[in-house]
């Protein structure tokens, strides 16, 4: 129905002898509109005597059951067929749809947390299109301080054990120290399953919290809201910070990352009112352990096949050839693949982000016959194994001598 004012309108121009063609166009209504108001000198419509519902004689006990929570129209039903009734359920669903009250999440009760006591981290899939316009997917791990809402984001190739150990190191070390709990979700690379309602932790995960010296804490099944800080975040760094971004490679991503966390941690934030880097001294969080420990969580151990060569998120690498068959130690550093064998690095590369790739290393082959890419050993090389001859009279000789 329009308004007032409109109708008032419409019989105005209708008096002055406008169609309900010119009308309509006038005030941007429909023609039906105009002509409806035009022919009727009421702004109601008819009324109709309503029809009797065979619910009607029992809808004083459907209130009533409702005003005492009772909702369920298969439990009404049974009440009121007792009562008489004798019609369908679909005449009841569609008169206790009106009163029925709208579904809401279960309430949750704010959770603040003391300086250092608290961290949490989820893992999220992003998507990005490369230049030819194919979507792909990366792993977006974030984990946020419960005090002082001190943020971090990494990108990731994959959602493995190492990756996500990796990333969380580095977030220690932009915080600089670690918590006393760490609240994530029942993802696989944390747990592997319960038992008695308690979680079995994954073997690395928990070596990686002992090492660090933090408390592995997860969320109850099915309430994923628990950890409510960082699931938020999640979600504004798909709106927010992927929203629209190009870059490069994931080593540029993940720089863009680390300032964009520098921003926003230094923006206030409505939940403290105030900048939460200006509150990250208060968390007193515990130093992070020697560096050789930390070291235990930054490199991969990988194989070098026979031809020379290491694999690295779907990218092979070349290494010199007298390394073949042996395992090497990689990680990445500022944008480089650093691979070493026992502490010595023995090749650099600069990180290949499309994935199928042979990276050749200089001089990889040096020394060595090559061929088609393939190599081999050197030729086999003859030698002369003739005995010398000599006559007996030498070693008559050499006794001789021996014996005097």
């Given amino acids: 129905m329009i308004r007032s004012e409109s109708v008032q309108m419409i019989r105005e121009k209708a008096l002055e002898g406008k169609s309900a063609y010119r009308i309509a166009q006038e005030l941007g209504i429909s023609k039906n509109t105009a002509k409806k108001y035009m022919d009727t000198g009421s702004t109601e419509k008819a009324q109709y005597p309503k029809r009797q519902s065979k619910i009607d004689a029992f809808k004083p006990e459907i209130d009533r059951l409702m005003s005492i929570g009772v909702f369920n129209c298969v439990v009404i039903m049974e009440r009121i067929q007792k ?25 949750v009760r704010r959770y603040e947390t003391a300086p250092g006591e608290q ?18 997917k990366i792993s977006a791990f974030t984990m946020k301080l419960g005090y002082s809402r001190v943020q971090y984001v990494e990108f990731s190739k994959r959602c493995d054990l190492f990756s996500l150990l990796h990333c969380m190191l580095n977030a220690f070390e932009y915080f600089g120290g670690v ?19 308690k979680p079995i932790w994954n073997k ?31 979600g504004y760094v798909k709106d927010n910070f992927m929203a629209g971004r190009t870059f490069s490679d994931i080593s540029d991503l993940n720089s863009q990352a680390r300032d964009w966390c520098e921003r926003v941690n230094g923006k206030i934030s409505a939940a403290i009112n105030e900048p939460p880097l200006k509150r990250l001294p208060q968390e007193k969080l515990k130093p992070l352990p020697e560096i050789k420990i930390c070291d235990r969580y930054r490199y991969e151990s990988r194989f070098v096949s026979k031809d020379g060569f290491v694999s690295y998120d779907g990218v092979r ?12 130690s990689v990680r990445i550093r500022n944008g480089k693949l650093e691979i070493f064998h026992e502490l010595l690095l023995i090749a650099q590369h600069n990180v290949e982000s499309v994935s199928g790739r042979i990276v050749m290393l200089k001089g990889q082959y040096e020394g060595l016959t090559e061929k088609h890419g393939l190599t081999y050993m050197t030729s086999a090389r003859q030698v002369n194994n003739q005995v010398e001859t000599r006559p007996l ?4 000789k050499i006794l001789e001598a021996s014996n005097g």
């Fill in 179 to 197: 918590p006393e709990k760490v609240l994530t979700d029942n993802m696989k690379t944390v747990i592997i399953g319960r038992e008695a309602g």
């Fill in 204 to 234: 690395g995960m928990l070596e990686f919290a002992n090492d660090m010296g933090f408390v592995m804490k997860v969320c109850k099944i099915r309430r994923p809201q628990t950890k409510g800080k960082v699931e938020r975040l999640v």
């Fill in 317 to 328: 690498y070349g290494v010199p050839w007298k390394y073949s068959g042996h395992h090497v």
């Fill in 119 to 136: 961290a949490q981290m989820d893992l999220g899939i992003c998507s990005y299109l490369d230049e030819n316009g194919t979507e792909h």
């Fill in 393 to 396: 009279s030498v070693y008559e």
């Fill in 83 to 107: 009562l008489g009734y004798d019609g369908k359920i679909t005449i009841l669903k569609e008169y206790v749809h009106s009163f029925r009250p709208p579904k809401r999440h279960p309430a």
